[in-house]
């Protein structure tokens, strides 16, 4: 799986977002073990020296574990998963937020855009 | 950390222009380097000077710790942007020829990536298209084991599907117990490979340091920048 | 080196067997004395000298063959192959003239070969003149060799001079033609220069030294041949000693400037 990569970030920043996301829809079990730095950097066609500030920086923020001599793993703490997952959300809200307020919406008429939109697809009948 | 290939203040003067004023680099073990600049700029000079093939005016160039000489040329791969087989070779004879010259040839090695770049071993190497020529050049230079790969402008002249081979091919190559410097001015799709960057001009560096923190700096890719910094190039 | 050396004979094999073969062809031509030949023959010996002149052409082109092996190296993209491979500058000159010279050899025999077939058809030699040149060959035979030597020594270092021309052009420019130009210039400078040197020698220590292969002077006649030789040869020992050193001079400063000191 070779990422287009958006060549204005930093690559190993890109990847980590990869993995991060994997972990939090699932893709990566906690627990779970990671390729070696070799075989990653094969996937995704980049400097194996690139992964291997990946799983540094991984493993500073907690997000995964190093066991000696047996490899590297996903983290099996739901705490840190979850604020992950609540890292990440951040991220997509203050993208929409910044979108909508530059369109011109006030806070309460993006809460109630949201609202409506939720209601618009009870009304079409599609189950959210 | 261990130093594979240091300038200081290297120099090459010719009598009509001097293409290297001066340039002082280093390259870690285990790095790849991108030599990025136009025609003309000082990359060749620079690389035929680590390959022994041309003498340094004035200034230190050392490689693994060793002046260019007799006893850098068995650790140097050079892969040079000219035709440089014997007209009378066929791929064959090109593949026995580096395995008699070099300990450091692998040959099984070099018919697998024969196979990789679908070249025919009896192919003269006439015969060969200018891509394909590249592929064989790339195949004979990566299949030795050295500390320091020379690559000057692997892309050059070579569509998009063979590109994406050649980068797979050097990507597949790395080990970190050797380095390589890559000079090229294709540089969007080989970028990510780059540990360090260095961008030269007129025979001067005029910008260098490590990719990522490039990126972070200047808010831009490496091939942007290259963009940016060339605009009048 | 010796890998250097094969690599460098497979290089011009082709041409040169191509060359050995129309040689040869053409010899048989002329051997053959075929009808359409015979019409222009207006003189008997004209097949010895057709021959001479063949055998004459192919040598220029052996020759030319030999200083090319070393120009193209120098000034085509075929250097950045030779020039980056982990041999010595002793190899990598070696190699080229040992090829060159193994070579020219080989053409020369085969020119007496070819010589000897064109004479044979048409000169008499009885049994008893065949016994008798190989006695004097078997008598001579010191005398033959010293001959040998002498064209051996003159061939290195007319082959050295050469490379030594090529190579000591290459540092200073690029361009091809102008190389060739400067380098033809030096090999006239550098003849002079040993001519004079040898001269000087030859001025300042008078001696000689005298060889003698027999302690007599042949002078044999037969009804078909007529052989003499000279039992003695006086050489000057400086001059002598210096056209012994000549050719390691120039090999060793030739190899020098190939390692250090050329920019390809």
Redesign the interface.
């Known amino acids: 799986m070779t990422l287009e990569?958006?060549?204005?970030?930093?690559?190993?920043i890109q990847i980590m977002d990869k993995i991060k996301l994997d972990i939090v829809t699932g893709k990566l079990k906690g627990g779970e073990k990671l390729t070696s730095v070799r075989e990653m950097?094969?996937n995704f066609?980049?400097?194996?020296?690139?992964i291997q500030?990946v799983y540094q920086e991984l493993e500073r923020e907690g997000i995964t574990y190093t066991q000696r001599g047996t490899g590297t793993f996903i983290t099996e703490d739901k705490n840190i998963i979850n604020s992950l997952k609540v890292e990440m959300s951040m991220n997509v809200i203050k993208t929409f937020i910044d979108g909508m307020t530059n369109l011109g919406f006030t806070s309460e008429e993006i809460i109630k855009a949201v609202n409506d939109y939720f209601k618009g697809g009870k009304a079409n009948g599609n189950n959210i | 950390m261990v130093i594979i290939f240091k300038t200081e203040n290297l120099t090459k003067s010719y009598m009509t222009k001097k293409a290297l004023k001066g340039v002082s680099i280093e390259l870690e073990k285990g790095k790849i380097l991108g030599l990025l600049g136009p025609n003309g700029s000082g990359k060749t000079t620079l690389m035929k000077i680590c390959a022994g093939l041309l003498r340094p005016t004035s200034g230190e160039i050392y490689i693994d710790g060793l002046v260019p000489g007799l006893n850098t040329k068995p650790v140097v791969s050079y892969l040079p942007d000219v035709n440089y087989l014997y007209r009378w070779m066929k791929i064959r004879d090109a593949i026995v020829f580096f395995d008699e010259f070099y300990d450091d040839f692998d040959v099984k090695k070099a018919k697998k990536l024969l196979e990789f770049m679908n070249l025919d071993e009896n192919s003269k190497v006439t015969s060969l298209s200018k891509g394909m020529l590249e592929k064989l050049h790339l195949t004979l230079v990566l299949s030795r084991k050295a500390k320091l790969y020379i690559l000057d402008e692997p892309l050059g002249g070579v569509d998009p599907v063979a590109r994406e081979k050649i980068i797979d091919a050097i990507l597949d190559n790395f080990n970190e117990d050797s380095s390589m410097i890559i000079s090229t001015h294709l540089v969007r799709d080989i970028e990510r490979l780059f540990d360090e960057v260095v961008f030269i001009s007129q025979g001067e560096f005029i910008l260098k340091g490590n990719a990522e923190e490039l990126r972070i700096e200047k808010g831009k890719s490496i091939d942007e920048l290259y963009r940016e910094v060339f605009q009048d190039a | 080196m010796l890998r250097l050396l094969k690599y460098e004979l497979r290089g011009k094999l082709v041409f040169l067997g191509g060359t050995g073969i129309i040689l040869a062809m053409l010899n048989l031509f002329i051997f053959l004395d075929c009808n359409v030949f015979r019409a222009y023959k207006y003189e008997e010996g004209i097949n010895l000298a057709f021959s001479m002149m063949l055998g004459f052409a192919a040598m220029i082109v052996v020759i030319v063959g030999a200083i090319t092996r070393l120009e193209k190296d120098l000034y085509s993209e075929t250097g950045y192959l030779t020039f980056t491979l982990p041999k010595s500058g002793y190899s990598i000159l070696g190699a080229k003239l040992l090829a060159s010279f193994i070579e020219i050899v080989e053409f020369s025999i085969l020119n007496v070969i070819f010589f000897a077939l064109q004479i044979v058809p048409h000169v008499h030699i009885s049994k008893s003149d065949i016994s008798l040149m190989f006695k004097l060959l078997a008598e001579n035979y010191r005398f033959i060799l010293f001959t040998l030597f002498m064209m051996i020594l003159f061939l290195i270092i007319f082959i050295l001079m050469v490379y030594f021309s090529l190579v000591s052009v290459r540092s200073f420019s690029k361009r091809r033609k102008l190389g060739k130009a400067a380098s033809f210039c030096v090999f006239i400078g550098l003849s002079i220069l040993i001519g004079f040197t040898i001269g000087l020698l030859e001025k300042a220590f008078p001696q000689i030294i005298k060889l003698n292969f027999n302690n007599f002077n042949t002078h044999i006649v037969t009804q078909n041949i007529q052989i003499d030789t000279i039992g003695e040869v006086s050489l000057n020992i400086a001059a002598s000693i210096f056209s012994l050193i000549l050719p390691f001079i120039l090999f060793i400063s030739t190899s020098f400037l190939i390692e250090k000191r050329i920019d390809i």
């Open positions: 990569f958006d060549g204005r970030i930093p690559i190993y950097a094969e066609k980049v400097n194996p020296n690139t500030r």
